[in-house]
């Protein structure tokens, strides 16, 4: 039988982006004790501030900066995993935005595909918060990654991810995976059930909910 659970809301904190629900069906990976099984995948500082994800991963498709991973743990109330880069952003800058974010507080940080296991393995004798390592097709050497440095892949293979987590979860019983879930409960619960142990969220822009609200508004007239 299903717990039941009380759920608190207030007039003014009511309206917020929340997680599907079937996300709950996942294991969880705990981090420094905090059991974390969604992650919103979002720079938003104002959807980070009003959602109820377990934590965010603040990846974007710029060269990361240090302002921005300081802005967006300021603003959170939940946990941060930063991107660090390792794409266009390689070597000792990795490592220096890495260093910088875990003294900001971020629980982790991510790193891009192409980035270097030799990359990995300076980064991990640098921090002691988790690496993330992203894993976009079932051709990445999974063996070399962890034996590298990485602490949790994140499967990133948009409709292939169920496929890649099924191959790595066979091969790695124990490592902890993070997946992206994809826009509905159904292709949610396929990675689920492939082996994943969190799933990353992308919610709406701010533009879409507040149409949304801008129809109510009128409505109203």
Excluded: W
């Excluded at 905090?34 to 995948?41: D, G, V």
């Excluded at 959170?76 to 260093?99: E, H, Q, W, Y």
């Excluded at 050497?141 to 962890?146: E, F, G, K, P, S």
């Excluded at 987590?165 to 292709?187: C, H, L, N, W, Y």
């Amino acid at each position: 039988m299903a717990k039941f659970v009380p759920e608190i809301e207030g007039n003014l904190r009511k309206h917020m982006v929340k997680i599907p629900e079937v996300i709950d069906e996942v294991s969880g990976i705990k981090i420094f004790g905090r059991l974390i099984k969604s992650l919103m995948f979002s720079t938003d500082v104002a959807l980070i501030k009003n959602c109820n994800a377990n934590a965010v991963i603040a990846v974007y498709p710029f060269t990361p900066q240090p302002s921005i991973s300081h802005a967006i743990i300021t603003v959170s109330d939940i946990p941060v995993f930063c991107g660090v880069g390792g794409g266009t952003t390689t070597g000792k800058r990795v490592i220096n935005l890495a260093m910088d974010a875990e003294f900001q507080g971020a629980i982790g940080v991510v790193v891009n595909s192409p980035t270097s296991n030799e990359t990995l393995t300076r980064l991990k004798s640098k921090i002691d918060i988790p690496i993330v390592v992203t894993i976009v097709s079932d051709s990445t050497d999974v063996a070399q990654r962890l034996d590298a440095g990485a602490t949790i892949l994140n499967v990133s293979g948009a409709t292939e991810t169920p496929r890649i987590v099924k191959k790595i979860r066979a091969e790695f019983p124990q490592v902890p995976i993070i997946a992206t879930g994809g826009p509905t409960d159904e292709s949610i619960m396929r990675t689920i059930d492939a082996g994943a142990n969190a799933i990353t969220y992308t919610p709406p822009t701010s533009a879409d909910i507040f149409m949304h609200l801008m129809k109510k508004y009128r409505n109203l007239d």
